[in-house]
């Protein structure tokens, strides 16, 4: 089967712990995302790569980290520094030539 | 504020009733992406449309776009149970194109049996 996929789908972490969010993506598209979705509201894009060893901070970049060392990984680590990590992230990712997004299942972190 | 912004931000009907969600945007854009989000899950891409192009069908899908209001709306017809879900607008910028989208907050659809 193609497609995205994330790991693990719940996540819990102590208060100054880092974790990291798994990404992957069998569907050969260069341009992988990193999303955060509270409660009831929309995406703010985290941090976006647009090719392998390449990557760019989106809107709320501070407190978050990632890497891209392979075309179809792209991992999220959530860092002690980011004061409310708890929410759904989303990965994604986008063909070629084109804007439509591919979205992973998500990760609902939750911080105790 | 988001560069997209859905309203209304929740809307309830019934069954066989056909929903119209609003989303208006505040720059130039190359494309405008309608997506569906289930609970707890992924988005799904439904429609694009491009600055160029005024109405989009797919389906039950109406897409129709007006840039000199720099508004869409995305009319679902002859609802469904299962087409209950949050809806979102997605803009791709003239500046970023091909490199990233900008949603707004998501118009939550309850329809009803």
């Known amino acids: 089967d193609g497609g995205i996929t994330q790991s693990p789908k719940y996540l819990f972490r102590k208060e100054g712990q880092n974790v990291t969010l798994s990404c992957e993506q069998n569907?050969?598209?260069?341009?992988m995302y990193w999303y955060r979705q509270d409660p009831g509201q929309g995406l703010r894009l985290i941090y976006y790569s647009q090719i392998v060893n390449d990557f760019q901070k989106g809107d709320i970049a501070e407190g978050y980290s990632v890497s891209r060392e392979k075309k179809e990984s792209f991992p999220l680590t959530v860092t002690s520094a980011q004061k409310n990590p708890t929410a759904f992230y989303l990965c994604?990712?986008?063909?070629?030539?084109?804007?439509?997004?591919?979205f992973g299942p998500g990760t609902r972190l939750t911080v105790l | 504020s988001q560069q997209g912004e859905e309203d209304p931000q929740a809307l309830s009907i019934q069954e066989g009733e056909n929903a119209t969600m609003n989303c208006s945007y505040k720059t130039s854009i190359n494309n405008l992406q309608w997506y569906r989000q289930n609970s707890g899950r992924g988005l799904v891409h439904l429609i694009l449309i491009r600055s160029n192009e005024r109405e989009k069908h797919s389906g039950r899908l109406r897409v129709t776009l007006d840039t000199s209001k720099k508004s869409s709306s995305l009319l679902i017809t002859a609802s469904r149970a299962a087409d209950t879900a949050s809806y979102f607008c997605?803009?791709?910028?003239?500046?970023?194109?091909?490199?990233?989208?900008?949603f707004g907050e998501g118009t939550q659809l309850t329809v009803n049996p």
């Open positions: 997605a803009t791709a910028t003239k500046e970023t194109s091909g490199s990233r989208l900008t």
């Open positions: 994604a990712s986008t063909p070629p030539s084109t804007d439509t997004q591919y």
């Open positions: 569907l050969n598209h260069d341009a």
